[in-house]
């Protein structure tokens, strides 16, 4: 079975600084994505940014990167020039890629990111 | 619709009652999941429907959970003799199709009170 692990449960950080979210997870699949999502407090879940399993390079999606660890089986995100949009419930999520994928999405506990003026 | 809509936004109920949820996918979208979100466990995988195929009843947690989709498009979720552990934020999701499970997109969420 695939576990995701956020060990913080609450974070903060100054407007227009950096922060990083952590993730750690555990499976003994080869081929999976990774995922951060956005819960804010519409309760609405937005994709941040996705990452295949079998590509080396970190991806990047403006503010936001990566740092994927497979070997690790880490995987933080960077949020650059931190706004107070990114407040946020930041989750991270790992899902299976197979032919006879559900789609099940396996999220870890969340991290509540403050951004502070 | 632009998104995924979900109804009722917000439902209490008595404990012992039944709930309906109602989740209207992106349209064209075959590929359709509930998720609960609760204090207690988290967010976990409840269901996943794809076209015509058997559902993955996988994460239902009891018997007193089901759900249906018709015509392959709105989706219902049921939960018979409510209990107060059934209290959470139901969330929905959907996707071009299998292939693209990848991409949920996720609708607002029924937020459920049992008392």
């Known amino acids: 079975a695939q576990t995701v692990t956020q060990s913080q449960p609450e974070m903060s950080v100054q407007e227009a600084e950096t922060v990083t979210l952590s993730c750690t997870y555990d499976?003994?699949?080869?081929?999976?994505?990774l995922f951060w999502y956005k819960q804010p407090p519409s309760r609405q879940m937005i994709l941040v940014i996705r990452?295949?399993?079998?590509?080396?390079q970190n991806a990047t999606e403006n503010r936001f990167s990566v740092n994927f660890q497979k070997a690790a089986k880490s995987f933080s995100l960077k949020i650059s020039d931190s706004q107070l949009g990114d407040t946020a419930m930041y989750f991270c999520?790992?899902?299976?890629?197979?032919?006879?994928?559900?789609?099940?999405?396996?999220f870890g506990q969340g991290t509540t990111l403050q951004v502070k003026p | 619709g632009a998104g995924v809509s979900q109804s009722p936004s917000n439902k209490v109920t008595e404990k012992g009652k039944d709930v309906e949820l109602r989740c209207d996918p992106i349209s064209g979208h075959t590929a359709l999941y509930w998720y609960r979100q609760s204090l207690g466990q988290g967010l976990e995988f409840l269901i996943y429907f794809q076209g015509n195929s058997a559902p993955d009843k996988s994460g239902l947690p009891s018997d007193r959970f089901s759900a249906e989709r018709t015509g392959g498009s709105v989706s219902t979720l049921t939960i018979q003799r409510t209990q107060q552990e059934d209290s959470a934020v139901y969330l929905c999701?959907?996707?071009?199709?299998?292939?693209?499970?990848?991409?949920?997109?996720f609708g607002p969420g029924t937020r459920l009170t049992v008392t």
């Open positions: 499976t003994s699949e080869n081929n999976y994505y």
């Open positions: 999520a790992f899902m299976k890629r197979s032919s006879s994928n559900t789609g099940k999405l396996i």
């Open positions: 990452q295949e399993a079998y590509k080396q």
């Open positions: 999701a959907s996707s071009r199709d299998r292939g693209t499970a990848y991409e949920q997109y």
